[in-house]
């Protein structure tokens, strides 16, 4: 017997905590874009485009973005055939990009790095954030329970309000790191209003 794929299994949990978290939070009658930053290989870019259908979105489209050249090669190589593109590039530098557009309804950061890092990534998450639309959503996902939080109270710090934040009991241990595991949060915010 062939033992599960542990990634596989990873993105189906994904796949049911996005879903869930999401539910009622997009516009489903419209097209939506995707930016995923520090995505490396993307494994979650089919999940993503799949929940951005399960929510109604006419039409998916993703833009993944890391700075790690061997990673966003092998994303490209893997998911060719998805209306998805990957760029090599500094998340902390997107605003040089302004054919990206500022009209992303979701920006995802999987295992965002808070921890080691902290002024960085909030140069990552503002970033994000100007490229959402208003009535858009960023999502984080986090290994471990004081990061999920350190990183949340930053994003609030910065205009961000909490719609979701669940922990996924399911999330596959890390073996190798006690106390973490695979997309053990996972985190819907918008911006405040008002």
């Given amino acids: 017997m062939i033992p599960p794929d542990?990634?596989?299994?990873?993105?189906l949990r994904l796949r049911a905590a996005l879903r869930e978290s999401l539910q009622g939070q997009l516009p489903a009658d419209r097209d939506l874009r995707i930016l995923n930053l520090a995505c490396g290989r993307c494994d979650e870019a089919p999940t993503l485009l799949e929940v951005g259908r399960d929510l109604g979105a006419q039409a998916v489209e993703m833009v993944g973005a890391d700075i790690r050249i061997?990673?966003?090669?092998?994303?490209?190589?893997?998911?060719a055939k998805l209306p998805a593109s990957f760029l090599i590039e500094d998340a902390t530098k997107l605003?040089?990009?302004r054919e990206l557009g500022d009209?992303?309804?979701?920006?995802?950061?999987?295992?965002?790095?808070f921890w080691h890092g902290q002024e960085l990534w909030k140069k990552i998450f503002d970033q994000g954030i100007a490229k959402l639309r208003p009535d858009g959503?960023?999502?984080?996902t986090s290994y471990f329970d004081v990061e999920h939080r350190l990183a949340l109270q930053a994003l609030e710090a910065m205009g961000m309000e909490v719609i979701s934040s669940r922990?996924?009991?399911?999330?596959?241990?890390?073996?190798?790191a006690p106390g973490k595991s695979v997309d053990r949060w996972v985190a819907v915010l918008r911006r405040r209003q008002g």
């Fill in 6 to 11: 542990p990634i596989a299994q990873d993105m």
């Fill in 103 to 113: 009209d992303f309804g979701l920006v995802f950061l999987r295992h965002q790095n």
């Fill in 95 to 97: 605003s040089a990009h």
């Fill in 70 to 79: 061997r990673e966003i090669r092998q994303a490209r190589e893997q998911h």
């Fill in 137 to 140: 959503c960023l999502v984080i």
């Fill in 167 to 176: 922990r996924q009991r399911g999330s596959r241990a890390l073996k190798d």
